[in-house]
């Protein structure tokens, strides 16, 4: 997970007023009467954002982090990456190649096995569009993380902060 620090001219109360009206609680659109481009949690200064897509996706890039005040302005901590639900996904695709992988050794050691060859076909063509899917999946969640950065820079007007503290920050143009 990459590191993001921003600052914002808006003391961290203005700021969290700002991100609920900018986002949608629910990621179920029939729910909202005006649905926008990004959902998730802001309360007391604490931020869950997720970028609004019509499919689920396991690489779905998560910004979650906290507003600080420090004097006229408020700094963003917070990190960008994986949410922890993605690993579910990608867990069950790697049983199944390694239960394909079992049968078709099963069968190449013992061809009395009950195993019929079209079970090993439809699974090996599952695998193939298992992997397919997750390599589109992995293609669409490249730009999220920049997304939700400008998204936050451009509703709450900040900028990125200089790497004084060793925080790797991240800028739309370096994602």
Same mark, same amino acid.
């Given at each position: 997970?990459?590191?993001?620090?921003? #600052?914002?001219?808006?003391?961290?109360?203005?700021? #969290?007023?700002?991100?609920?009206?900018? #986002?949608?609680?629910?990621?179920?659109?029939?729910?909202?009467?005006?649905?926008?481009?990004?959902?998730?949690?802001?309360?007391?200064?604490?931020?869950?954002?997720?970028?609004?897509?019509?499919?689920?996706?396991?690489?779905?890039?998560?910004?979650?982090?906290?507003?600080?005040?420090?004097?006229?302005?408020?700094?963003?901590?917070?990190?960008?990456?994986?949410?922890?639900?993605?690993?579910?996904?990608?867990?069950? @695709?790697?049983?199944?190649?390694?239960?394909?992988?079992?049968? $078709?050794?099963?069968?190449?050691?013992?061809?009395?096995?009950?195993?019929?060859?079209?079970?090993?076909?439809?699974?090996?063509?599952? #695998?193939?569009?298992?992997? @397919?899917?997750?390599?589109?999946?992995?293609? $669409?969640?490249?730009?999220?993380?920049?997304?939700?950065?400008? @998204?936050?820079?451009?509703?709450?007007?900040?900028?990125?902060?200089?790497?004084?503290?060793?925080?790797?920050?991240?800028?739309? $143009?370096?994602?």
């Amino acid at each position: 997970m990459a590191r993001v620090e921003l #600052t914002f001219p808006l003391p961290p109360d203005e700021c #969290t007023a700002r991100l609920t009206a900018g #986002t949608n609680r629910s990621y179920r659109m029939f729910f909202e009467d005006e649905p926008k481009a990004v959902y998730g949690r802001v309360e007391s200064g604490r931020v869950r954002l997720w970028k609004r897509i019509d499919f689920t996706n396991p690489f779905q890039m998560c910004l979650s982090g906290t507003f600080e005040a420090r004097g006229p302005v408020t700094v963003f901590r917070g990190r960008i990456g994986r949410d922890v639900s993605s690993w579910g996904p990608l867990a069950v @695709f790697a049983v199944s190649v390694l239960a394909n992988l079992y049968a $078709q050794v099963v069968i190449a050691i013992n061809d009395s096995s009950r195993i019929s060859r079209w079970l090993l076909l439809a699974l090996l063509f599952a #695998t193939v569009v298992g992997a @397919f899917r997750l390599w589109r999946d992995w293609r $669409q969640a490249r730009d999220e993380s920049a997304f939700l950065v400008e @998204f936050l820079r451009r509703t709450l007007g900040g900028t990125v902060c200089d790497n004084e503290s060793g925080v790797e920050t991240m800028s739309p $143009q370096s994602a």
